[in-house]
């Protein structure tokens, strides 16, 4: 896959590169320290609140009737 370095714009391959998509482990560090600094941020919520509150409230219990016919009943 080619791709272009995201710190230096240098062509990369990753059947060439180990630090693909980096072109090498000095802009592999450098892209590190910018999440470390807080340079790189995540801006939008991965849940908006509403769907968060649905996952963290308690499970609604269905209560199911276990009485069944019985399968060789003539109304089958």
């Known amino acids: 896959m080619l791709h272009k370095c995201p710190i230096c714009k240098t062509p990369t391959d990753s059947t060439v590169h180990g630090d693909f998509p980096f072109c090498g482990e000095r802009c592999r560090d450098r892209d590190l320290g910018n999440w470390a600094t807080e340079k790189y ?36």
């Not at 801006?43 to 209560?63: G, M």
């Open 41 to 76: 941020v995540v801006s939008d919520p991965i849940f908006n609140e509403d769907e968060l509150e649905e996952i963290e409230s308690p499970r609604k219990t269905i209560i199911v009737d276990l009485e069944l016919d019985e399968p060789n009943d003539a109304g089958h």
